[in-house]
């Protein structure tokens, strides 16, 4: 970022305390859990020639945990995790520990012509990975929109649960901690998917909290070739404008009519908060239209939201409306 924000006023300064305070209290009782999940085995490098291992162990990984997961009465996790072991799903990492990481490959990403990352937001987890409203249920009705628009392109896209979201009721959420480490983590995991599809341009999807991430990723992307950004449900992106993320993808955002973070204050104080809102006219992204739906329903089939970001995630950026 360039330049510094302005310093709120008392009254924003005690109401970001007054949250902060909230979500503390809210969440001391979820400490101290004890752990009964394995770590997962250290994987290959992402690349062309352990593409295939790293779905084995990937799904081996998973079919561990299930195990684990029906031995301790762990019914949400259990239910879950047997829907990840059905034919044809494939995962490019899996870490069952905490509430979970997931890594899941929708369509043929050695041979996609175009690659969409979804990157998801607050509260999501494993238990919830497959829901409509998260990022496995959403990345699969987002193929399916780009199937049907498009038959003829080559397209994947990566439901990419690759980093640790905070809860919506948690200090994290206030703060770019998760995110920091998230970016990091999502520029590994594009540098690989890279090595293994030279040939594809990617587009990252970045929803929510995901929006966070993403923003603190963007100029640290290294030869991946991302060519589309889109935010949308965001909270603000630690940037003043879209030049300052410092890349050279066309930058979109988007919010619907019915999100709650429009209310969400756009500032950054003491750590606290994300800046600037990404589809205010000065940050200079470009907007796309993104309905008139609640926070969770941007990859809801049928909306115009979900048709918008699978013509971002095609590159087809002059169909795309405003």
């Given at each position: 970022m360039s330049g510094a924000h302005p310093a709120p006023g008392r009254?924003?300064?005690?109401?970001?305390?007054?949250?902060?305070?909230?979500?503390?209290?809210?969440t001391t009782a979820a400490a101290g859990h004890a752990e009964a999940y394995a770590g997962p085995a250290r994987l290959?490098?992402?690349?062309?020639?352990?593409?295939?291992?790293?779905?084995?162990?990937?799904?081996?990984?998973?079919?561990?945990?299930?195990?684990?997961?029906?031995?301790v009465r762990d019914h949400?996790?259990?239910?879950?995790?047997?829907?990840?072991?059905?034919?044809?799903?494939?995962?490019?990492?899996?870490?069952?520990?905490?509430r979970g990481q997931a890594v899941e490959v929708i369509g043929d990403l050695a041979a996609a012509d175009r690659i969409a990352v979804v990157v998801p937001g607050a509260d999501t987890a494993l238990a919830n990975f497959d829901s409509p409203k998260f990022v496995g249920g959403g990345s699969r009705a987002l193929y399916r929109q780009a199937r049907a628009g498009a038959p003829a392109e080559r397209i994947a896209v990566v439901a990419w649960l690759g980093y640790r979201p905070p809860r919506t009721l948690s200090p994290e959420v206030l703060t770019g901690g998760r995110a920091a480490a998230g970016a990091r983590a999502l520029g590994r995991f594009l540098t690989g998917v890279h090595r293994v599809n030279a040939r594809a341009r990617i587009a990252l999807l970045c929803h929510s909290y995901g929006s966070v991430v993403c923003g603190k990723a963007a100029r640290h992307l290294g030869a991946a070739p991302v060519d589309e950004i889109a935010l949308f449900g965001s909270p603000g992106v630690t940037a003043h404008r879209a030049s300052d993320l410092g890349t050279s993808a066309r930058v979109w955002a988007g919010r619907a009519g019915g999100d709650w973070t429009r209310y969400v204050p756009k500032i950054s104080f003491g750590g606290i908060g994300f800046g600037a809102d990404p589809i205010s006219p000065g940050f200079g992204a470009r907007r796309f239209d993104a309905g008139t739906g609640p926070h969770s329903a941007y990859l809801k089939p049928g909306t115009v939201a979900l048709r918008n970001l699978a013509l971002i995630a095609l590159g087809r950026d002059a169909e795309v409306t405003g």
């Open positions: 009254r924003t300064r005690a109401v970001v305390a007054a949250a902060v305070l909230t979500v503390t209290a809210s290959p490098d992402l690349s062309a020639a352990t593409l295939d291992a790293r779905y084995q162990a990937a799904g081996a990984e998973i079919a561990r945990a299930w195990a684990t997961a029906r031995r949400d996790r259990a239910r879950a995790l047997s829907a990840f072991l059905a034919p044809g799903r494939r995962f490019l990492s899996f870490d069952a520990r905490g």
